[in-house]
């Protein structure tokens, strides 16, 4: 019987992670999902599908993090694609921002996708077989520009997307895939400004068709791996 394949998804909210979290278990996988309160992501172990539990983890806690995959590991078995899905955002004038606020936004942005990414090589390393395991940042417009007040949001993108292509340099020969997913738009939500009533269909991106792309990616044959893919709907403007 082959082994059954475990997800971690670290940065967990209505969106985009419980889609991912959704996508993974109907897939029949072991499911871990992650966020600082496991409380508000409790509703999500009761998805139909594979089993899913959820961890409370601070990921830019290195310690937390250590923790968390040991916990992972025991209960569902090591995970074989992990995806770092997590971030922070104050959105202010340079002059404005604290080095509080600064440091927080960097530290979720990119130092908390390091320690996850850390922790899932060493996890994955040890594993047989030819593809040992996947990585998948998210990333955002912001990954590739800094807009003005978005200094917040995109050095902690710019510094992630560097991350994943030195891991994918070092580590994919090693046989294990990296890649880097840039969300160039907004995903559809409740939140005022996201939804196809006041955007118009399909001018929002669909959480559920993101975690598809994600699903595939990790499905990929290591002759053709991605390493960065761009998503927008079709009304974004490039």
């Keep these: 019987m082959a082994e059954r394949e475990v997800a971690l998804v670290v940065g967990v909210g209505p969106g985009l992670g419980a889609a991912l979290a959704r996508r993974f278990a109907r897939a029949a996988m072991g499911v871990a999902v992650a966020a600082r309160?496991?409380?508000?992501?409790?509703?999500?172990?009761?998805?139909?599908?594979?089993?899913?539990?959820?961890?409370a983890c601070d990921a830019?806690?290195?310690?937390?993090?250590t923790g968390l995959f040991e916990r992972v590991g025991?209960?569902?078995g090591p995970p074989r694609l992990v995806v770092y899905n997590a971030g922070a955002f104050v959105r202010k004038g340079l002059l404005e921002t604290s080095?509080?606020?600064f440091e927080r936004c960097w530290r979720a942005g990119c130092l908390g996708g390091f320690l996850i990414?850390?922790?899932?090589?060493?996890?994955m390393l040890g594993r047989a077989g030819e593809h040992k395991g996947t990585i998948i940042f998210t990333g955002a417009?912001?990954?590739?520009?800094?807009?003005?007040k978005f200094h917040n949001l995109a050095v902690g993108k710019f510094g992630l997307r560097a991350l994943a292509q030195?891991?994918?340099?070092?580590?994919?020969?090693?046989?294990?895939?990296?890649?880097?997913v840039v969300i160039d738009g907004q995903i559809r939500s409740e939140r005022p400004g996201h939804s196809e009533a006041e955007r118009g269909k399909d001018a929002v991106l669909d959480p559920d068709a993101i975690a598809e792309v994600y699903y595939q990616l990790h499905r990929q044959p290591r002759s053709a791996w991605t390493l960065e893919l761009d998503l927008r709907p079709y009304a974004e403007r490039f």
Aim: aromatic share 4%.
């Design 37 to 55: 309160d496991a409380n508000r992501i409790a509703p999500l172990v009761r998805e139909p599908g594979g089993e899913t539990r959820a961890y």
């Design 60 to 65: 830019t806690d290195e310690a937390a993090v």
């Design 74 to 76: 025991r209960e569902l």
């Design 99 to 101: 080095t509080a606020e």
């Design 117 to 123: 990414a850390r922790e899932a090589l060493r996890t």
């Design 141 to 148: 417009t912001a990954s590739l520009r800094g807009g003005a």
């Design 166 to 180: 030195s891991t994918a340099r070092e580590f994919q020969p090693q046989g294990v895939h990296v890649a880097h």
